[in-house]
């Protein structure tokens, strides 16, 4: 009993006290800005190993990114990720950060499905499936409940069935192998029937794209209600970016 | 006939030899040499695969010998058409089964003999596409008192898809047969379709995410062998790739714990230990701006050289988090409503984990000393010798103490290694381009935290990357599961799968 009070003594008050204004350290990766200095657009581009580079002008889709950063390390004057980690959206436009635009990322609200303003303010249920996930994703999932991200005290918890869900959170690219899985899952969820992406392979494929063993055909058919980009993720975008979409 | 040298060639991790001087055997002398060496207890199988060359199809297999640190690799070619039939080696050295079983799926070769032939992921290049992965053959037995629970691929927590199918007398689990290929994303194949190298060292880093740092290892060490550059040798780098190896190890260990007392409903550990997790890796975020470790390692050099900054960091880490982690973890492992959960649950014995081939951590908790780091040394492990943690009871709570015990193990190699590491050059800058050595077979041996990682990587006559393999340690591992399952409750499934903590996606590929 005295042990149990040592242990929780010594470790003090784990938890942020507000997620909306933590801070990352200054070397993580994530919304770049790309300055307006002049480069060679085609071989900052030929660098990326998704794609994710677009060019004329020059923009960054973070739906593709890797946020491996060696973009900014070929070009430091050009491209500079920023600690900046609410990077979530709810459109996939909004994911593109264009040459010299240093603005957040924003969550439309009016694109945000009325419903889910109305009924989900306190209280959110999730249904995580896998389809092709690294598992890096599904430990930072995890990690939003632990001590420190907390996230139950919001009202937003994973359960163990789709029945229970308000919405699904998808991680990987979709294998071929899962797709059917991924489906009926979806099917089994009531309405609203909320589509999560999180991390760079759901959002795009990333690395993937173009695998002949992934099957992206699920998403051709429902509207995305938010991106959430990383690799992996990091919770505090993840806990951000659903907050302000259920933001009342 | 072991170790003659007209059968096989021997060969260092990491090392790169051409093609040619892989002595090519006919099968039976092929199958002759294997099982020779196989059964001898030092010797084990590291990889052994099927890669299409020529019109033909050559299997290539690599023994390692614990007790010299080299490598026996021999092949043998036969023709790439499916209904092929050889015999099996799995018949008389069980461990090969993964092996064989992912030869017969991809080039629809019949092993005679073997008693569990069957498919592995149902790769999207499989040999036969009429075999889906809904027409998974099950094992089942009939009797008026077995039911069946099947369970997956979509679990109730937030983790990978695996599909698990228990058959039951009452609560007692007789057997669990574990069907997995739901994550396979075509891996391999994608190394050779992205030609360039921030591709596939991204892929490398993706093949199983929890293991970016180790999987990455491989990739790298292979492709600094393959183009002989200067960082094969560097110190100082060996140093830093350790580290950050060391800290993977760490924060995934403490995760699990954390997941394990969660699974015996211990809320303190539970919360402690995922606390504790959030330092370490929070560290590695400090070192290169990611917490899994992406984006760290690279071809020929380093972008995230340590400095004097980081080593007092991870000073000020240690203090702290050796205090709190013995707190917890005497806690824990002292706790009776712990032990008891933990204790002689999921018990897999010695030579049951010897007859599979386990490696890594499931092969150290019941009795058998594997570790790459230890018989075939890479990166600092040449210079600074570790010594692994072994247990024998093969249980729950073997699996449990094993981890506290590589952990602090762990933590001692870091003292070590920053002791040492400024004193050295600096090491070198990444390269983005290598040249490979052409016509050339390459092997590299990591021992990431689940156990030992092997990637082989084969080039053609323009040094063209011909062939690149991965084995997961999770190939082997899976099967000490289904093991441990048996005569178990079925109520301690979970706790048993977090124990072991396998990798779907890098069994899948």
Known sequence: MFETFKIWQHQGKQFIPDVTKATLTEIFRGRPEISTESVNEAEVAELCPTSAILTNPMRIDLGRCTFCGECELAYPKKIKFTNDHKIAANTREALIVKEGDTSPIKIDANAVRKEIKSFFGNSLKLRQVSAGGDSANEWELGACSNVNFDMSRFGIDFVASPRQADGIVITGAISTNMAEALQITYDAMPFPKLIILVGTEAISGGIFEGSPAIDRSFLDKYKVDLYVPGNPIHPLTFINGILTMIAK | ?509
């Open chain 2, 1 to 509: 006939m072991i170790g003659n040298a007209e059968n096989t060639i021997k060969i260092r991790n990491n090392e790169t030899i051409s093609l040619h001087n892989i002595p090519l055997l006919p099968y039976h002398k092929f199958y002759d040499t294997a099982s020779a060496l196989l059964g001898q207890a030092h010797y084990h199988c590291v990889n052994y695969y099927g890669f299409p060359y020529k019109n033909s199809l050559h299997l290539i297999c690599a023994v390692a010998n614990d007790h010299d640190r080299t490598i026996e690799i021999f092949s043998c070619q036969i023709a790439n058409e499916s209904g092929i039939h050889l015999e099996s080696l799995t018949a008389k050295h069980y461990a090969m089964h993964c092996y064989e079983r992912e030869i017969a799926e991809n080039f629809g070769v019949v092993f005679t003999n073997h008693p569990w032939l069957k498919p592995i992921r149902y790769p999207h290049d499989r040999a036969n596409k009429s075999d889906t992965i809904n027409t998974y053959p099950f094992y089942s037995i009939a009797g008026d008192q077995i039911h069946e629970v099947g369970v997956g691929p979509v679990h109730a927590g937030v983790i990978e898809p695996g599909h698990f199918r228990f058959i039951c007398n009452g609560e007692m689990v007789l057997h669990l047969e574990i069907q997995l290929g739901w994550q396979h994303r075509g891996i391999e194949h994608l190394f050779l379709k992205k030609k360039k190298l921030l591709e596939r060292t991204t892929l490398a880093e993706n093949i199983t995410g929890d293991t970016a740092v180790g999987h990455n290892l491989a990739f790298v060490s292979l492709m600094e062998s393959l183009g002989n550059l200067p960082a094969r040798y560097d110190k100082k780098l060996g140093y830093e790739r350790a580290l950050a190896l060391e800290m993977e190890r760490i924060g995934i260990h403490v995760g699990d714990l954390s997941a394990m007392c969660t699974d015996v409903a211990f809320q303190l550990g539970s919360a402690v230990f995922g606390a504790l997790r959030t330092p370490i890796i929070n560290y590695t975020q400090l070192w290169c701006g990611n917490r899994f470790g992406k984006g760290f390692l690279r071809t020929g050099g380093t972008n995230y050289p340590i400095n004097e900054k980081l080593i007092s960091k991870l000073q000020f880490l240690f203090d702290d988090f050796t205090t709190k982690f013995n707190e917890i973890s005497v806690y824990t492992f002292n706790l009776p409503s712990v032990l008891s959960r933990f204790e002689g649950c999921g018990t897999v014995t010695l030579k049951q984990v010897k007859l599979i081939g386990a490696v890594g951590m499931v092969a150290r908790m019941a009795g058998m000393v594997r570790d790459i780091r230890h018989t075939h040394p890479f990166a600092s492990y040449t210079d600074i010798p570790y010594k692994p943690a072994v247990l024998t009871t093969g249980d729950v709570y073997a699996r449990g103490v094993l981890r506290k015990m590589e952990i602090e193990k762990s933590t001692l190699y870091i003292q070590t290694l920053k002791q040492n590491v400024m004193s050295l050059p600096e090491s070198p800058k990444p390269v983005y381009k290598v040249n490979l050595a052409p016509e050339s077979f390459a092997i590299s041996l990591v021992e990431g935290w689940r156990g030992e990682i092997c990637h082989c990587a084969i080039t053609d006559e323009d040094g063209e990357l011909a062939h690149y393999k991965v084995k997961e340690p999770s190939l082997h591992n899976w099967l000490g599961l289904a093991l441990a399952l048996r005569n178990t409750e079925i109520s301690d499934f979970p706790i048993n799968n977090k124990s072991f903590d396998l990798s779907y996606c890098g069994y899948d590929l």
